[in-house]
């Protein structure tokens, strides 16, 4: 996890994503990831990049490959780490995001990846959109193993998650989550606006699956319906 992001949170109290040390994503063979690494906004990092544990010499970053790209998005404050024909005997293994800010420390983002047949968490569609004001939902599968743990919709940029047993009346959530117990739960994010945009997600116990969320305005065809009246009058 990005260490610094994750204890700010944590002295706000706010319910923050634990066992970030090893943080889990299943794929299939043959499958292919795209995982965000958020940076700061405010101190755009001098240096970022992706590197295995396996190969530590090889730093990644504005990479286009047939099988990696890292491709950075300043206007979202990320870089997007995409892997390709994932190998079971290749591609096991702990990989980190690393932002050098040129300040005392670097932010490191780490994560396990597991190449496997029979994914413990997954998705049906890895990317959602929605309109502004609109409701969205997203469902996550697990495995029957991971019927008892605890199911999360967390944001990656502050690592902040929604569980269903969320006690806390104080905030007014329009995330909700209802899980059938037996093998999915749904997200149902209400209300959208356009700073909801960006990667989130599904976490059941360590395992996770990001989930890239896109709010678009809600505006454009108010606007052309003006435009075509104007013009015609
Ligand atoms: C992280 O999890 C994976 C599988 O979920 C496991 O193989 C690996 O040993 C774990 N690593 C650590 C450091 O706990
Ligand atoms: C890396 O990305 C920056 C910003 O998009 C671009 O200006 C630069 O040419 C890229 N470098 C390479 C080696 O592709
Ligand atoms: C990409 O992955 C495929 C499938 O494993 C492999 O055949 C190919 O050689 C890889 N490409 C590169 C450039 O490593
Ligand atoms: C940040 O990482 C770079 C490259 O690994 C290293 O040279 C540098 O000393 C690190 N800086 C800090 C403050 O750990
Ligand atoms: C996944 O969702 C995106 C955006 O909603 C859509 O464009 C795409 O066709 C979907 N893909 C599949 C396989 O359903
Ligand atoms: C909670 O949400 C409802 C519906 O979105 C809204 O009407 C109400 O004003 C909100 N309350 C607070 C305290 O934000």
Sequence with gaps: MFYITAGFWLILGVESFEGGSNHTITVKPGGSVIIPCYYDEKSPPQKKYWFSEHDQSNKYTNTTEENLSVIDHPDQSLFTVTMRNLQENKHNGQ???????GQKTNITYELYLQVHSAPDVSVMNSSVSGHEGDDVSVQCFYSSGYKDKQKRWCRYKDQKCFSE??????QN???????????SFTVLMTGLTLSDSGWYFCSVGHQTIPVQLTVTEDGVFAFHTSTVFCTST
């Design 165 to 170: 047993e969320k006690t806390d009346t104080s």
């Design 95 to 101: 990989y980190y995001c690393t932002v050098e800010t």
């Design 173 to 183: 959530s329009s995330v909700r989550i209802s899980d059938d117990g037996e093998s």
